[in-house]
């Protein structure tokens, strides 16, 4: 991963040049949860301006990147990453709590986060990506591998979630994420076993021949379900 990390930073900056402000790796990346074999390397590139000319610039690393089976790095101008806390709180309070500065400057250390729309952002999320879960499960159903793998890749993004519930709870959100399910446990008497199940799968510390996906799924659904339940109570 450092490897990889150093010749994007090699290319950005030699493209760039003096309009590169920041990069930054957030996320799972930039801690100790990182999982090659599952986790994305999210990148956040601040430019002093963003341009058509600067979107050409980039297309090369872009395509690079992405063929690294990585997504498409945010790219920001400066006056957008300060206009722009009220649209993306997820993902500036998870910078701000996970990051890693590759170039330039810590633009996100001086940030205010404006949080006029976070519960609802994060009740949208959670809702959507649930609704999105039971679609594809629903045609998987018969393959329990297919299904196991369902559950694991569906995984990240409900932990993410979780982090972001707690924080709305007004509660801190723990470094590790087998301790972010039990505080969720804990917090919103949401049943820990299930995401903790689907933790063991992704670390091959059991086999999905081990569990059995249907039943899984169903717990699953239920403390997801539990969860945002709890969101939707809170004062709006």
């Given at each position: 991963m450092q490897q990889l990390l150093e010749q994007l930073t090699r290319r950005v900056a030699k493209i760039f040049g003096e309009r590169l402000v920041s990069l930054i790796l957030y996320g799972s990346g930039a801690s100790d949860e990182y999982n090659?074999?599952?986790?994305?390397?999210n990148i956040l590139c601040v430019l002093s301006r963003v341009t058509v000319s600067e979107l050409r610039d980039s297309e090369p690393i872009f395509h690079w990147w992405r063929k690294q089976?990585?997504?498409?790095?945010?790219?920001?101008?400066?006056?957008?990453?300060?206009?722009?806390?009220?649209?993306?709180?997820?993902?500036?309070?998870d910078m701000k709590e996970r990051r890693k500065v590759l170039a330039g400057l810590d633009v996100i250390e001086p940030l205010e986060i404006d949080d006029s729309f976070y519960r609802a952002q994060v009740e949208y999320q959670l809702?959507?990506?649930?609704l999105r879960l039971r679609q594809k499960?629903?045609?998987?159903?018969?393959?329990?591998e297919l299904l196991s793998r369902l559950l694991i890749e569906s995984f990240p993004t409900f932990i993410l979630l979780f982090r972001?519930?707690?924080y709305l709870g007004g509660f801190s959100a723990p470094s590790s994420r087998s301790a972010v399910i039990d505080e969720v446990e804990r917090r919103f008497a949401?049943?820990?076993?299930?995401?903790?199940?689907?933790?063991?799968?992704?670390?091959?510390?059991?086999?999905?021949?081990?569990?059995?996906?249907?039943?899984?799924?169903?717990?699953?659904?239920?403390?997801?379900?539990?969860?945002?339940?709890?969101?939707?109570?809170?004062?709006?």
């Open positions: 090659g074999t599952f986790s994305d390397l089976g990585n997504p498409a790095p945010l790219l920001l101008s400066q006056e957008e990453l300060r206009a722009s806390t009220d649209c993306f709180p997820i993902e500036f309070h809702r959507a990506k649930l499960a629903a045609g998987v159903m018969d393959d329990k972001h519930a707690l949401a049943e820990s076993q299930p995401m903790l199940t689907v933790l063991a799968l992704r670390q091959k510390r059991i086999r999905p021949r081990d569990v059995d996906p249907p039943a899984l799924l169903g717990r699953y659904i239920a403390q997801i379900s539990r969860v945002i339940g709890c969101i939707d109570s809170l004062e709006k």
